[in-house]
């Protein structure tokens, strides 16, 4: 359910994180999963409270936002064809080169814990994550997710 | 009962991941029952932080935070595990 719109980019070419935000925002948007005041949300807190992290020195990175600005829970997802920047989590001052973006469109409620949970396994596991990382269709994703057990 | 505050940016996404783990980790040590958790964005720790025993975080210290601080970060990334562990069950004594 968490990915039934299908709103995945692979190998995609974007100038800076907030390009990746926006092509993933707007599918979002477009998809009424969020309200028009998502995008800017998750950018100004990405700005605030970064969401880079290096797990086994591969960079992802999980912007998003209050759930205030969340229709229908979704994940988004955007493999880079390059790298491109965002801050650490724990340290604003350090910079993370991130391959993998998921956009986490996520409600506060108890539902979402189990998809959390999956989700941070996935991260934690270098070897599944270089498959996402390295998919190049929705088919290839959705079997690696299955495994994964996240849907 | 120790009163535990989990932050992260929003409140919903990481300090929930982390709870889990957090949660995991003080039932398998004992603590079962012995606690209380509590989810807030970074953002309001100051303000909340006069009434919890301890904070765990996924994002850096903010300022005014009036308890001991830990950072969870460990929980997303899997690293440094027993480390955080380590505090968070001196924290309990």
């Known amino acids: 359910m968490y990915f039934d719109k299908e709103i995945t980019f692979f190998k995609e070419s974007v100038k800076n994180k907030e390009e990746g935000i926006k092509k993933l925002a707007d599918e979002f948007l477009e998809n009424q999963l969020v309200k028009d005041t998502f995008f800017q949300a998750v950018i100004d807190r990405e700005k605030v409270y970064p969401t880079g992290l290096s797990i086994n020195d591969i960079g992802i990175a999980i912007p998003h936002t209050d759930s205030i600005h969340i229709i229908r829970p979704q994940i988004g997802f955007m493999s880079l064809k390059e790298p491109v920047i965002f801050k650490d989590m724990v340290d604003e001052k350090n910079e993370i080169k991130v391959s993998a973006i998921f956009m986490l469109g996520l409600l506060k409620s108890e539902q979402q814990i189990d998809i959390l949970q999956k989700l941070v396994d996935l991260f934690q596991d270098q070897e599944m994550l270089k498959k996402v990382i390295a998919c190049t269709n929705i088919e290839e994703f959705k079997r690696i997710m299955k495994k994964a057990n996240i849907d | ?93």
Do not use: H
């Not at chain 2, 040590?29 to 606690?35: I, L, P, T, V």
């Open chain 2, 1 to 93: 009962m120790k009163r535990i505050l989990l932050a992260c940016g929003a409140g919903v996404c990481t300090s929930t991941a982390a709870r889990v783990k957090v949660e995991k980790i003080l039932d398998a040590n004992g603590y079962k029952g012995q606690y209380k958790v509590e989810q807030c964005k970074i953002a309001e720790v100051a303000a909340k932080s006069g009434s919890f025993d301890f904070v765990i975080s996924t994002t850096m210290k903010p300022e005014g935070v009036k308890c001991p601080f830990i950072n969870g970060i460990c929980f997303l990334t899997g690293v440094g595990v027993d480390k955080t562990t380590k505090e968070i069950l001196d924290l309990m004594k």
